[in-house]
């Protein structure tokens, strides 16, 4: 744990305690894959806050013998939950010995499909750790200033890297960058430079292709980094197109934006791909949507790209300018291949609910 979590004073819990916070997904414009050490990225990535893809959750804790851990997810006992959350508390409770005391009971829900690549690992584990963070400064009569979004972000990290960024809106980055020497492997920071207003309020529509779970999950994929042939190259190609991008958006230049978020998305698959255990997650679809929206760009001459996490939904990504186009475009092209599409834009961060 890191002291600026350990910093803070940890009696035993004394009475039942209540929160409950929603918190957005997150989609990589610069992808985070591979670790130098626990939760340490190898690389600045760089993520758009959504403003519709949300984990709702409310987290009662109240004293106990032992530490106990439930999860109701949407309605239903989900153990395998309860076993992730409970595995990260004890880890935690190494630092936090107070935490072995409680029962932790978790109700969550999400507006989007789980493990489908819409980073649901991050805002549900963002919207525990604001839960948690609360209830730790409710016991210290803390006000909810600056640092507690830096803890909440700290404490998100360690429980699933990606969500530490969802602790913020709009542009986000996490990682450490001679850019700027505030930027932090630690915790993520909104991006302090002023942004050009073509990428304001940038959309995101997402093209779910499938929503089953994946079968290789990102905790496993890191992990095969460790050992890939391409991991320094990657790790290189990453810090520069995060240094090219920020450039992009700050002189409001699509033409240097949306092919670094295209070959973001294609390096992270080329990676699994590529790896000692190589894998695909993409789908036959996801590679037709991928030709649809490069004709639909050349032959528009709009501004739209597309990204992809660690699954094989599409996101594509355009400016607030042409929305009504765009959205005409896959309501008539994309939906007939897909399960579902989700409009999504910038959003402005977590909520206390
Ligand atoms: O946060 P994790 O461990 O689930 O890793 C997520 C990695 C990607 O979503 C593929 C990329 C990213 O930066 O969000």
């Not at 309501?331 to 399960?339: C, I, K, M």
Request: glycine share 6%; with cysteine; charged share 20%.
């Amino acid at each position: 744990m890191n002291s600026i979590l350990s910093q803070l004073a940890h009696s035993a819990l004394q009475d039942e305690k209540k929160a409950k916070w929603q918190a957005p997904s997150n989609i990589a414009l610069i992808k985070y894959w591979g670790k130098l050490g626990p939760q340490i990225p190898a690389n600045p990535s760089l993520s758009l806050t959504l403003s519709r893809s949300l984990s709702e959750t409310t987290l009662i804790c109240s004293p106990s013998e032992r530490m106990e851990v439930s999860f109701e997810f949407e309605g239903e006992n989900h153990p395998k939950f309860a076993q992730k959350i409970e595995s990260f508390l004890v880890s935690l409770s190494t630092e936090w010995a107070f935490l072995k005391k409680i029962k932790f009971s978790i109700f969550s829900k999400n507006t989007f499909p789980h493990s489908a690549g819409i980073a649901s690992s991050a805002s549900g584990m963002a919207a525990f750790c604001l839960c948690l963070l609360d209830i730790i400064y409710q016991m210290n009569n803390l006000p909810k200033d600056e640092l507690f979004y830096i803890r909440a972000s700290h404490l998100s990290r360690l429980g699933s890297g990606s969500a530490c960024r969802s602790l913020y809106g709009g542009l986000v980055e996490w990682g450490q960058s001679p850019v700027d020497q505030s930027y932090s492997d630690t915790h993520a920071t909104p991006i302090k430079m002023s942004i050009h207003p073509e990428f304001s309020q940038l959309q995101d529509a997402i093209l779910i292709v499938s929503s089953e779970e994946k079968p290789v999950s990102s905790r496993e994929g890191h992990g095969r980094m460790g050992e890939h042939l391409f991991s320094s190259i990657r790790f290189s190609q990453a810090k520069s197109h995060f240094e090219q991008i920020l450039k992009g958006l700050k002189t409001g230049d699509w033409t240097i934006v949306g092919p670094i978020i295209e070959s973001e998305a294609l390096s992270l698959h080329a990676m699994m791909m590529t790896s000692p255990e190589p894998y695909i997650l993409l789908k036959p679809k996801t590679l037709e949507l991928i030709q649809l929206i490069k004709h639909f760009r050349e032959e528009s001459r709009l501004p739209v790209y597309f990204t992809i996490d660690a699954g094989p939904n599409l996101h594509v990504i355009y400016p607030e300018s042409v929305k009504a186009k765009v959205q005409t475009f896959l309501e008539n092209e994309a939906r007939p291949l897909v399960e579902a599409i989700i409009f999504d834009e910038e959003g402005h961060g977590p909520q206390v609910c």
